[in-house]
């Protein structure tokens, strides 16, 4: 009699088992992404020190961008001589402070003229092209192209050096006074203090001396004139 219901009792366990084999697994929910915003080094005591920047003018640019200071190293040549007949080697020399900022226009506006009347030079190191903050900078000075000169703003492919954008600069000075507003390794902006009188010829030497700026930007010298006079001033690149 047990016998009789053995056997159905096992079919039915094989075939429950089957079926919860066969049963799809859920699918899992994806792990939520993390996105870890980079740290920045902040300027520290040792390093006020060090500069001998007085601190209510760092407090200045800090409430001005919002953001506090951090270091600002140039690459310096350290003259040397040893028995591999090595001459020199590189080194990072503490040389102003930098800050992060999406008001640099405005916080260059409000805090360049007072800080360059005590020896001190403010502009725009790093382009973050709206995507991300730009990086201003402060460091020791009275000539804006001390500034092409601390970040060596050159055009390698160009043959192009910092003395020669310099000395081209002087140049178109006589065409329209400007200051330099922000530099890097291989662009610069300026603003103009006397716009030139005939924009268009400006816009032809900057065409002549930086082709870039028309290839990659403004497609023609015409658009280009146009758009200096929007901006009051214009900007170099080099690729």
């Not at 492919?157 to 390794?185: C, S």
Request: proline residues 6%; positive net charge.
């Amino acid at each position: 009699m047990s016998s009789r219901y053995l056997l159905p009792g096992i079919i039915f366990f094989i075939l429950f088992g089957a079926c919860s084999a066969e049963k799809p697994a859920e699918p899992k929910k994806p792990a939520p992404t993390v996105v870890l915003k980079p740290r920045h080094a902040l300027l520290s005591g040792e390093q006020r020190k060090e500069l001998g920047f007085p601190p209510d003018l760092i407090a200045k640019v800090e409430l001005a961008s919002g953001a506090e200071a951090e270091p600002f190293f140039v690459t310096v040549l350290m003259h040397t001589d040893n028995l591999k007949g090595e001459k020199g080697f590189e080194s990072k020399k503490l040389a102003g402070f930098s800050v992060h900022t999406q008001q640099s226009d405005d916080v260059l506006d409000t805090l360049r003229a007072s800080l360059r009347a005590q020896g001190y030079l403010i502009f725009k190191s790093h382009r973050g092209y709206g995507h991300l903050p730009d990086i201003i900078t402060v460091i020791r000075g009275n000539n804006s192209y001390d500034i092409l000169k601390i970040q060596s703003t050159e055009a390698q492919n160009y043959h192009l050096d910092t003395k020669a954008i310099i000395a081209w600069l002087k140049e178109r000075q006589k065409q329209g006074t400007f200051v330099i507003m922000g530099a890097g390794p291989d662009w610069l902006e300026a603003r103009f203090i006397k716009p030139p009188q005939n924009m268009l010829t400006f816009a032809r030497k900057v065409n002549a001396f930086a082709p870039d700026v028309v290839a990659q930007g403004s497609q023609t010298v015409e658009k280009l004139a146009d758009r200096m006079k929007r901006m009051n001033g214009f900007y170099l690149i080099w690729d």
